[in-house]
């Protein structure tokens, strides 16, 4: 029996007494649900069933791990399986007592409509349980998925901002610039005459130079 996409719904029942679990397996195949049955609750934790869409038919009193210690244990795996408690007379006060997984309890002796009902109403709740957890992932995913995208978008935008900064000319400070010159404008052809004209005030100084050595040598020769 399928109840949600094609996953297989199984009911898993936990019962020391091996007459019971035999009836119920009969019962449960007679009507088309897959079952899977254990002795004892350590023997369904150790299987690894407990992720597994479906629910629990539980015995409530068992040697060793009891029905309640093992809801406890369920909570603790945080699994979802719904639990449907069969009690007998003598523990029918835990009827009482607040179980979160817990969907019913049905009590010893009891008619098979009356467990085949609530073992429906399990499947079902279990179903969109997972539905609902499905769709929750979903989401989860695609804000991460938006929250990476928007990320990437944030990075290369800045990116491309630094970029043209540096491809973009930037212009010199203003306490950089070296001031004109006084008779000399600011374009190239007269800044290119400028070399020329400190070579010919130096040729001039050195011409002079020479002269005034030559006087003062014919001077020393006379006297």
Avoid: Y
């Avoid at 898993?12 to 007459?19: E, L, Q, T």
């Avoid at 009507?31 to 629910?55: H, I, K, M, T």
């Avoid at 000399?184 to 800044?191: I, P, Q, R, S």
């Amino acid at each position: 029996m399928t109840r949600d996409e094609g996953t297989e719904a199984t009911v898993f029942v936990v019962d020391d007494d091996a007459a019971v679990r035999d009836s119920l397996r009969l019962l449960l195949k007679s009507v088309g649900l897959p079952v899977e049955v254990f002795e004892s609750a350590q023997d369904f934790l150790d299987a690894g069933r407990d992720d597994r869409p479906g629910c629990l038919v539980l015995d409530i009193r068992m040697p060793g791990m009891s029905g309640l210690e093992l809801q406890q244990k369920l909570n603790e795996r945080h699994s979802i399986l719904p639990i449907i408690f069969i009690t007998d007379t003598a523990t029918c006060r835990w009827r009482s007592r607040p179980c979160s997984r817990a969907v019913d309890f049905i009590q010893k002796p009891f008619r098979d409509q009356d467990l085949l009902d609530r073992i429906n109403q399990a499947l079902d709740k279990d179903a969109g349980s997972r539905r609902m957890l499905a769709e929750r992932n979903m989401i989860r995913k695609r804000l991460e998925s938006l929250t990476r995208a928007s990320a990437r978008c944030s990075i290369s935008w800045w990116g491309q901002g630094e970029q043209g900064d540096r491809r973009r000319p930037q212009p010199e400070p203003a306490h950089r610039r070296d001031p004109p010159r006084a008779g000399h404008g600011e374009d190239g052809g007269a800044l290119a005459r400028t070399p020329r004209a400190h070579g010919a005030r130096g040729r001039a100084t050195r011409g002079l130079s020479s002269r005034t050595a030559a006087a003062s040598l014919a001077m020393a020769v006379v006297f």
